[in-house]
C-alpha cells in the first residue's frame, strides 16, 4: 500500500553464499526476528527502500487530511463534525512519527518533502480521488482507513524497529478511524432511500480504488521478494488485498448494498472470495499523475508548504536564541 511501486536498489534476493558476512549476519538477524536499529549496520539498499517507504508512508498520511478535511465544515451534524476534525488530526500525527522514523534512517523531512514536491516520491492513489458528497467521507473512513488497517498491523511485525513502533501506535488510532467510517456510511445505508442510494454510490465509486490501495498483483511486483526476505513487508499484496476483500463483503451485505463487483462470489474450495482485479492501467495512470485530483492534490501540499514557511523560519530562529542563551550562560558560569 505504501509500498506502491517502490523499488529496491538491488538486482534480487542474493544466496547466502553470495553475501558479504556484514550481509550474512544482517539477513540472520532478520529471519530471527530481532529488530534492526538505526546504529546497526544495515545493506545500503536495505536503509533506502526503507527510506522510499517510510517516506511514501508519511506522505499519505499528510496528503490523506485533503478529502477529508474539505468536508470539516460541511458535516451534517456536530458530532460528525468533531469527529472527522479528531480524525484529520490524528493523520497530522501519523505523518508526524513516520517522519520521524525516515530520519533515523539518515533523511531529514525537507528532503523527503522536497521530493515529493518534486515527483520523485509518491503517496497512496486513493488520495488522488474526489469525495463528492457525505457518503464518500463515511466510505473513505470504512473502506480506505479498513484497508490501511489491514497493511499496517501486518507492519508492527516489520524487520526495522522504529517503522514497527510507529505502525504499533498508529494502529491503536486508525481502527478508531474505521469505525467511525462504518458508523457513517451505517447511518445513510439504513436511512432514507436517497441516503442509501448515496451510500451505495459511495462504495461503488470507491471499492476499485481501495483495492488498488495494496498495489499491483504479486506477479508484477517485481521488488517485492527482496522487501519480503528483509521482513519490510510480511504478506504479498494479494495476500492483503484479498484480507480486506474477505473483511468487508460480509460488512456491505450486512448493511443491505449491492456488493460493487458482481464476480464477487464465495469460493467454498479456496475458502475466499472471488473477486475482480481493478483496471491496473488506471492504477498506473494514477500514479504518473493523472488522476482525477493529482494537480490539485500537489498544489495544495506545495501551497501549505509555502505558506508555513514563516512558522518553521520563527522557530528555527527561537531554538538558535535559546541554544545562544543556554551557551552563554554556560560560559558565564565557567
Not at 451534524?77 to 497530522?92: C, F, G
Not at 538558535?320 to 565557567?334: G, L, Y
Request: with cysteine; glycine share 6%.
Amino acid at each position: 500500500m505504501y509500498a506502491q511501486m517502490v523499488k529496491t536498489a538491488s538486482d534480487g534476493v542474493k544466496s547466502r553464499k553470495d553475501m558479504s558476512p556484514e550481509e550474512a549476519a544482517f539477513q540472520e538477524k532478520i529471519d530471527a526476528d530481532i529488530k534492526i536499529e538505526p546504529r546497526d549496520w544495515m545493506p545500503e539498499d536495505y536503509r533506502r527502500t526503507l527510506i522510499r517507504q517510510i517516506g511514501q508512508h508519511a506522505h499519505s498520511e499528510v496528503v490523506g487530511q485533503l478529502p477529508e478535511g474539505n468536508w470539516i465544515t460541511r458535516a451534517p451534524t456536530l458530532e460528525r463534525k468533531m469527529i472527522l476534525l479528531a480524525k484529520v488530526q490524528d493523520e497530522a500525527g501519523h505523518g508526524l512519527y513516520l517522519y520521524s522514523a525516515a530520519e533515523t534512517l539518515g533523511v531529514s523531512r525537507d528532503e523527503m518533502v522536497e521530493m515529493l514536491h518534486a515527483g520523485k516520491m509518491k503517496y497512496s492513489s486513493i488520495f488522488n480521488y474526489p469525495t463528492l458528497n457525505w457518503a464518500d467521507i463515511g466510505a473513505v473512513g470504512w473502506l480506505v482507513d479498513g484497508a490501511a488497517i489491514i497493511n499496517q498491523v501486518a507492519l508492527q511485525r516489520t524487520s526495522y524497529g522504529p517503522y514497527s513502533r510507529a505502525m504499533i501506535r498508529i494502529c491503536k488510532e486508525e481502527s478508531f478511524h474505521a469505525r467511525q467510517g462504518y458508523s457513517a456510511i451505517m447511518k445513510m445505508a439504513f436511512g432514507t432511500p436517497e441516503q442509501k442510494r448515496m451510500a451505495q454510490h459511495a462504495v461503488n465509486r470507491l471499492w476499485f480504488p481501495a483495492l488498488m490501495m495494496f498495489g499491483p498483483s504479486d506477479k508484477d511486483s517485481v521488488h517485492s521478494e527482496q522487501s519480503m526476505a528483509w521482513k519490510i513487508k510480511i504478506k504479498t499484496n494479494d495476500e492483503l488485498r484479498q484480507q480486506f476483500v474477505d473483511q468487508t463483503v460480509p460488512q456491505i451485505l450486512y448493511l443491505g448494498l449491492e456488493l460493487p463487483d458482481p464476480n464477487i462470489k464465495w469460493n467454498e474450495e479456496r475458502g475466499h472470495y472471488d473477486f475482480s482485479d481493478p483496471d491496473w492501467s488506471e492504477f498506473f495512470n494514477v500514479l504518473k499523475g493523472n488522476g482525477p485530483c493529482n494537480t490539485d492534490r500537489m498544489k495544495d501540499r506545495v501551497g501549505a508548504w509555502e505558506d508555513g514557511a514563516w512558522v518553521r523560519d520563527g522557530l528555527m530562529a527561537h531554538a538558535r536564541k535559546r541554544q545562544a542563551r543556554k551557551e552563554a550562560a554556560k560560559i558565564a558560569a565557567e
